[in-house]
T-cell receptor
Framework: DQQVKQNSPSLSVQEGRISILNCDYT??????FLWYKKYPAEGPTFLIS?????DKNEDGRFTVFLNKSAKHLSLHIVPSQPGDSAVYFC?????????????FGKGTKLSVIP | ETGVTQSPTHLIKTRGQQVTLRCSSQ?????VSWYQQALGQGPQFIFQ???????GRGNFPPRFSGLQFPNYSSELNVNALELDDSALYLC?????????????FGSGTRLTVV
């Protein structure tokens, strides 16, 4: 049973437009959420995170929105750039028991078209 | 500041054999976590080592074992290899055991079992 779901395996966006990547979770114990970016032949790189006490966190072109009641989060990239083309993973962690581990979604491959 | 390094980068083993993967943690980090990423899936937590002791374990059988050394480097050992063990194995280091402290991932070891 997947506790973190990224239902879009891929997404194509024109350069300069907004990219929106979505993530749903089922475990109510999750209260910290992270996005990682992965290029081929490299390990995942931390991008941005959000705690469940917030509904939005912004870092430059990247913004993460959290809707706790819907158990849904999204990553917005504005404006999208060709260098953003990568696989994006959503990950979640509880704050109590099990806080040592991240549960990942399957990833969304973003392609930004010049 | 050196990042997380993993060796070897690629490995081919025969079913039933044993394999050891190695990881050097980032300078200043005292915790190492191991993840398995099968093709088309997100990384899945295997276990974590903190101060040379196993700090948590995911849903993996006992033939997956590990070690952490006084310099915080780590090994992942897999006995009696099965075809389904073919995957990218990622090592991540951090300061402290909580996933929210931020992981730095290595580039991974690609294991193929034939």
């Amino acid at each position: 049973d997947q506790q973190v779901k990224q239902n879009s395996p891929s997404l194509s966006v024109q350069e300069g437009r907004i990219s929106i990547l979505n993530c749903d979770y089922t475990n109510s114990m999750f209260d910290y959420f992270l996005w990682y970016k992965k290029y081929p032949a490299e390990g995942p790189t931390f991008l941005i995170s959000i705690s469940s006490i917030k509904d939005k966190n912004e870092d430059g072109r990247f913004t993460v929105f959290l809707n706790k009641s819907a158990k849904h989060l999204s990553l917005h990239i504005v404006p999208s750039q060709p260098g953003d083309s990568a696989v994006y993973f959503c990950a979640a962690s509880p704050s109590g028991a099990g806080s040592y581990q991240l549960t990942f979604g399957k990833g969304t491959k973003l392609s930004v078209i010049p | 500041e050196t990042g997380v390094t993993q060796s070897p980068t690629h490995l081919i083993k025969t079913r039933g054999q044993q394999v050891t993967l190695r990881c050097s943690s980032q300078s200043g980090h005292n915790t190492v976590s191991w993840y398995q990423q099968a093709l088309g899936q997100g990384p899945q937590f295997i276990f974590q080592y903190y101060r040379e002791e196993e700090n948590g374990r995911g849903n993996f059988p006992p033939r997956f074992s590990g070690l952490q050394f006084p310099n915080y480097s780590s090994e992942l050992n897999v006995n009696a290899l099965e075809l389904d063990d073919s995957a990218l194995y990622l090592c991540a280091s951090s300061w402290g055991g909580r996933a929210t402290y931020g992981y730095t991932f290595g580039s991974g070891t690609r294991l193929t079992v034939v």
